[in-house]
């Protein structure tokens, strides 16, 4: 006996259901035509115009999760809002590791002049457990004791 596979809706999201309606947009339209209902019921609106306010929710659920260049527009908005975030917490400045392809940096390093006032002291014995030192010159710096 074969196994039976179990399908899930985020699969058959892009599956089309109508000439151009897909399984996203239906449930999109779904949604928001039950959100606009229970506000309408809520609201007491009833009649004819309970009818044109579901067709306007179920129209508003198709438009946002409409495909347009490769994103839905509510997939826009959720990255817009994350971008803008961003910006908020981390500032305008871009840092080598938030550009794409770019691997850790590690330790950041500064340039230093030669013959400036850091110099790097080497030990003359080998396989000393003592690191090598850096040391600076504070004559050079300006504030020398």
């Known amino acids: 006996m074969p196994y039976r596979q179990i399908e899930e809706i985020r699969d058959r999201k892009g599956e089309k259901m109508m000439l151009f309606l897909t399984m996203e ?11 606009f209902f229970m506000l309408s019921a809520m609201l007491g609106i009833g009649g004819l115009l309970r009818w044109v306010v579901l067709v306007i929710g179920i129209l508003m659920g198709i438009i946002i999760t ?17 971008g803008q975030m961003r910006r908020r917490v981390a500032g305008e400045r871009i840092s080598p590791e938030m550009l794409a392809g770019t691997g850790d940096t590690g330790q950041r390093e500064r340039a230093m002049r030669v013959g400036g006032p850091i110099r ?12 090598t030192r850096v040391t600076i010159d504070r004559r050079k710096i ?3 004791s």
């Open 25 to 35: 947009n239906v449930v999109g339209g779904g949604a928001f035509a039950l959100v």
């Open 66 to 82: 409409f495909d347009v260049g490769g994103l839905a527009l509510y997939d826009r908005a959720i990255w817009w809002l994350r």
């Open 120 to 131: 790097i002291v080497r030990t003359s014995q080998r396989g000393s457990a003592r690191p």
């Open 142 to 144: 300006g504030g020398g």
